[in-house]
């Protein structure tokens, strides 16, 4: 009993001790990024611009300036591991009504370049598509 008792402690605190070592460090995705995209329609043209991210506590600042339409989309997001979720809305007025919703939903992966791969939806309406992000060196 003692011997399981002392291997049971020792299992345990093997545990904890790898703890620190097996969490994953918080990665920062703070830059500036050229953005690409394009909705899954089929009549939905392709678009691109910039895209600023910025760390402000634990909440990330996003403004992206889409240069078909000239529109500037501004939110907030989290990260989580590789993961950057973010909800941003036109600026200004917002795509469709005049008040920003936080129109669009994105999510991004961080691939091992840098680059976020990511997907995106339309809050009030059926639009989804893809869009990257990659980091301006």
């Known amino acids: 009993m003692l011997r399981t008792s002392l291997l049971c402690t020792c299992l345990f605190a093997l545990g904890l001790s790898s703890a620190p070592a097996a969490a994953e460090e918080a990665l920062d995705f ?3 990024y050229r953005m690409e ?3 899954f329609g089929p009549n939905d043209s392709a678009y691109h611009g910039t895209c600023k991210l910025a760390l402000e506590g634990r909440v990330y600042a996003v403004s992206c ?23 941003i809305g036109d600026e200004l007025k917002g795509d469709h009504n005049s008040v920003f ?35 301006l060196r």
């Open 37 to 39: 995209g394009k909705g």
């Open 30 to 32: 703070s830059g500036t």
């Open 65 to 87: 300036f889409n240069e078909d339409t000239r529109h500037t989309y501004v939110g907030k997001g989290l990260a989580e591991g590789d993961t950057l979720s973010i909800f």
């Open 101 to 135: 919703t936080g129109e669009y939903l994105v999510v991004y992966r961080r691939a091992a370049d840098g680059r976020l791969a990511g997907t995106w939806v339309y809050a009030q309406g059926p639009a989804a598509g893809s869009e990257t992000l990659t980091p």
